[in-house]
């Protein structure tokens, strides 16, 4: 199957294949915020069943059947923060940059497309029944950070939100709790109004056991530092937010935070999934984003506000991390 291009309103890999089988799709409106599309051509065969749910979490659940190996190349625009949980044999996915990942069950995926990137798909002969199953969740970082009550993430998110990669994806260990969502989310029967209200529940449940195990894995890679370290790696946190418009050196940071130097740039990133300067860039544009929300201020104020002189980098910063300049935020 050819290339062909896909823009950033359809972030999901399979509600595209449902796409390019133009010819072979019935299409059925469940309820009025969920749709699902079928297709059954030569092959291949499945359905995707995507919901926009009132939390502003965008919910796919996806199955599909191959018979022989088969390829799918397309571009594809800049998504949101995306994690996917998948069973059975599934595609290898291979990225215009080089990247590689195999979308298979054992695993589940933290993900954004950060920029426009080409995306080959090879489903191969791998496994008997060759059944893919598959569960997405969509959400905006700003919109994960009210959920969950904070602006900390975990570090799985935080690293691919500050990866330069155009793909970054991180990969961990699947718990049951999470199959069982894919089951209940998949084989839902509820119709009517109930359906929206048991799909709501179920995808902020999904949620809640995704980041309840990113913490779990954040933990057990924090071990090492001792609470003494945890509560000094904290304070320079801190003081990072408290002046993002005039950031402390870091042997300045050190020395307030009560930790010498290597300690400070070691630990801050196990802890919280960055460097000292990685993670303030990124909250310096969170926080640029909240700002120009408001609507008080215009885009040269907001920029002097998070601690950018110059409004050219600012506005080149912001583009990159939201993939809107700052004028176009509403």
Not at 218 to 241: C, F, T, Y
Not at 251 to 268: H, I, M, S, T, V
Not at 272 to 300: C, K, N, W
Request: proline share 5%.
């Amino acid at each position: 199957m050819g290339a062909a291009t896909l823009d950033g309103s359809e972030a999901d890999l399979d509600r595209f294949a449902a796409r390019v089988l133009n010819g072979a799709t019935v299409v059925e409106a469940l309820s009025p915020v969920e749709r699902q599309m079928g297709w059954n051509i030569m092959d291949r065969s499945g359905f995707t069943r995507s919901a926009t749910l009132r939390s502003g979490i965008g919910l796919t659940v996806t199955k599909l059947r191959w018979e022989r190996p088969w390829s799918m190349a397309f571009d594809h625009g800049t998504s949101r923060l995306k994690f996917v949980v998948t069973r059975g044999p599934g595609p290898r996915l291979t990225t215009s940059e080089g990247d590689r990942q195999r979308l298979e069950g054992g695993s589940f995926h933290v993900s954004q497309i950060r920029r426009p990137v080409r995306l080959q798909f090879d489903f191969d002969d791998r496994g008997v029944d060759r059944d893919h199953e598959q569960l997405s969740l969509e959400i905006d970082r700003a919109r994960l950070g009210e959920l969950l009550g904070t602006q900390v993430l975990p570090a799985a998110v935080e690293r691919v939100l500050s990866s330069p990669r155009a793909y970054p994806s991180d990969a961990h260990p699947v718990v049951p709790a999470l199959f069982q969502l894919i089951d209940e989310i998949a084989h839902c029967d509820a119709r009517g109004p109930s359906r929206q209200l048991y799909l709501e529940a179920k995808g902020l449940e999904l949620l809640a056991v995704m980041v309840d195990r990113l913490e779990e894995i954040e933990r057990a890679a924090s071990s090492a530092l001792s609470a003494h370290d945890v509560d000094r790696l904290e304070r320079a946190r801190q003081i990072v937010l408290a002046r993002m418009d005039d950031s402390p050196s870091l042997p300045d940071l050190a020395r307030q935070a009560g930790l010498n130097e290597a300690k400070l740039k070691a630990g801050f990133r196990t802890l919280f999934g960055d460097t000292v300067y990685g993670y303030l860039r990124h909250r310096r544009l969170d926080e640029a984003h909240r700002l120009l929300r408001q609507r008080r201020y215009s885009v040269s104020e907001v920029a002097a506000r998070v601690g950018y002189v110059n409004p050219s980098k600012f506005a080149a910063a912001f583009r990159e991390r939201f993939g809107v300049p700052p004028s176009q935020v509403t």
